[in-house]
C-alpha cells in the first residue's frame, strides 16, 4: 500500500521561501513519476510540478516555472519541493502525488499540507 506524507508547510512572507517534502513507502519509489499539485477552495486541484525517474526530466506550472524546484532523492524515499520568491497566491494546500508510469494518472495521494503566504 503506497503512502504519502508531506510536511514542510507554514507561514511565510511574501518573497520568502519554504521546502516542501514528500517521505513515499510501499513502492518502489525510483521507478515511480511524482508530483505535487495544490488546492485552494472552491477550485480544483491544480499541477505544480512534476519529476519521472531520478536523473528524468521534470516538468513546472508556468505560474511557478523559475521559481519552484522538484527534486528527489531515492535513497531515502522523499520528494521535494523547494518554493523561493514565494507570493500571496501560492497560498494552497499542496499535495504530494505518485504514478507507476509517466503516462498513468496519478493514483497514489498525500493527505496535503497548507502553505500559507502573507503579502
Known amino acids: 500500500q503506497v503512502r504519502l506524507v508531506e510536511s514542510g508547510g507554514g507561514l511565510a512572507q511574501a518573497g520568502g521561501s519554504l521546502r516542501l517534502s514528500c517521505a513515499a513507502s510501499?513502492?518502489?519509489?525510483?521507478?515511480?513519476?511524482m508530483a505535487w499539485f495544490r488546492q485552494t477552495p472552491g477550485k480544483r486541484r491544480g499541477f505544480v510540478a512534476s519529476?519521472?525517474?531520478?536523473?528524468?526530466?521534470?516538468a513546472y506550472a508556468d505560474s511557478v516555472r523559475g521559481r519552484f524546484a522538484i527534486s528527489r532523492n531515492d535513497a531515502n524515499n522523499t520528494l521535494y519541493l523547494q518554493m523561493n520568491s514565494l507570493k500571496p497566491e501560492d497560498t494552497a494546500v499542496y499535495y504530494c502525488?505518485?504514478?507507476?508510469?509517466?503516462?498513468?494518472?496519478?493514483?497514489?495521494w498525500g493527505q496535503g499540507t497548507q502553505v500559507t503566504v502573507s503579502s
Open positions: 510501499g513502492l518502489t519509489f525510483s521507478t515511480y513519476t
Open positions: 519529476i519521472i525517474r531520478s536523473g528524468g526530466s521534470t
Open positions: 502525488a505518485a504514478k507507476e508510469t509517466p503516462r498513468s494518472d496519478y493514483d497514489s
